[in-house]
């Protein structure tokens, strides 16, 4: 598993890590827990990694799991130290000049190296309210960008801070 750009903490190679959203089973998603097996960047094996740069992190997992790039966008960390799941996000909303979000609309979330289609549930003047497709896990007061289906193509058209 390739864990980019690191946000914070460090993991050690025998560190009890938990991976969320995690896999789907029976139409829910739940978190894997594993071992960090190995650690590697820029070609060298690493018995720890800091936050910051791209790093290889070999797992204790079947690769069963991984599969086809199952496990994409999906965040690693400590057990106990990850941000809450979200099925549904209540973002306070900054469009571009151009962008209009309408109700029942559907939008792209991207959110750190997760992407996924929403339906907008709700609207008011700056908030709107997302029922996701695909779960995601970030915490609230992240950033997150906006796109809308144009043409066949996804175009940005703004930026949401995830609420309460």
Same mark, same amino acid.
């Given at each position: 598993?390739? !864990?980019?750009?690191? !946000?914070r903490?460090?993991? =050690?190679?025998?560190?009890?890590?938990?991976?969320?959203?995690?896999?789907?089973?029976?139409? =829910?998603? +739940?978190?894997?827990?594993?071992?960090? =097996?190995? &650690?590697?960047?820029?070609?060298?094996?690493?018995?720890?990694?800091?936050?910051?740069?791209?790093?290889?992190?070999?797992?204790?997992?079947? /690769? $069963?799991?991984?599969?086809?790039?199952?496990? +994409?966008?999906? @965040?690693?960390?400590?057990?106990?130290?990850?941000?809450? @799941?979200?099925?549904?996000?209540?973002?306070?909303?900054?469009?571009?000049?151009?962008?209009?979000?309408?109700?029942?609309?559907a939008? /792209?979330i991207?959110?750190?190296?997760?992407?996924?289609?929403?339906?907008? #549930?709700?609207?008011?003047?700056?908030? &709107?309210?997302?029922?996701?497709?695909?779960? !995601?896990? &970030?915490? $609230?007061?992240?950033? #997150?960008?906006?796109?809308?289906?144009?043409?066949?193509?996804?175009h940005? @058209?703004? $930026?949401?801070? !995830? /609420?309460?």
């Open positions: 598993m390739c !864990i980019r750009d690191r !946000i903490g460090e993991h =050690k190679v025998g560190d009890e890590v938990e991976i969320r959203p995690g896999a789907k089973q029976n139409d =829910k998603y +739940s978190p894997l827990t594993t071992t960090i =097996k190995s &650690i590697s960047a820029g070609g060298e094996q690493l018995k720890r990694a800091r936050a910051g740069g791209s790093v290889g992190v070999g797992l204790g997992l079947d /690769m $069963y799991l991984t599969r086809a790039d199952r496990l +994409s966008g999906n @965040v690693l960390g400590l057990k106990g130290q990850l941000p809450p @799941v979200h099925d549904e996000l209540r973002l306070k909303v900054k469009l571009l000049e151009e962008g209009e979000i309408k109700l029942n609309e939008v /792209m991207t959110a750190w190296t997760a992407k996924t289609v929403g339906v907008v #549930v709700e609207k008011r003047k700056e908030f &709107i309210r997302v029922r996701l497709k695909l779960p !995601i896990c &970030i915490d $609230y007061g992240e950033r #997150v960008a906006l796109s809308q289906r144009k043409v066949h193509r996804w940005l @058209v703004g $930026y949401g801070k !995830i /609420m309460k």
